[in-house]
């Protein structure tokens, strides 16, 4: 399992969700500055950051960001690693907004239903994100 140290900023994301991959893709792409790694949340690394963080490994309910030595789940992930982008990405961080019951719930019910969309039919990471995915 790779090492990793508390000031790597990560996104943990679940390789086999189609929203999931597309949002890393994204990310390896526009992140300029923040300098992401990304990890397969079913990897042995992965499971663990799961686990350090309170949340079932088995479930992936959610990606985890780790940014500026803080973890984001849920509907806080997606904007804090917006925010991280600058603009014009940054402005849909707005959703930290919405009370967070409410981007909470509308965040489950796009996870609950994300293999809906296509499980295990992602194309290959971007060249982007492959240098960058530790585990």
């Known amino acids: 399992m790779a090492n990793v140290s508390n000031d790597t900023n990560l996104i943990v994301f679940d390789a ?7 949002f ?10 923040a300098g992401f790694r990304f990890v397969s949340a079913r990897s042995g690394l992965g499971r663990s ?4 963080h ?13 940014f500026n030595g803080r973890a984001y789940t849920k509907m806080a992930s997606f904007a804090a690693s917006m925010k991280s982008l600058g603009r014009p990405w940054s402005l849909l961080a ?12 509308i965040y489950d019910r796009i996870a609950r239903n994300r293999y809906a969309f296509g499980k295990r039919s992602c194309p290959l990471p971007s060249s982007e994100l492959k240098d960058r995915l530790i585990d």
Do not use: Q
Not at 49 to 52: D, M, S, V
Not at 54 to 66: C, F, Q, S, Y
Not at 94 to 105: H, K, R, T
């Open 54 to 66: 309170g949340l079932d490994p088995d479930a992936l309910e959610t990606n985890i960001v780790i």
């Open 24 to 33: 890393a893709r994204f990310m390896a792409k526009h992140d300029r500055k």
């Open 16 to 22: 086999d969700c189609i929203f999931c991959s597309g």
């Open 94 to 105: 707005v959703v930290n907004l919405l009370p967070v019951s409410v981007a909470n719930w």
């Open 49 to 52: 950051l799961y686990e350090r």
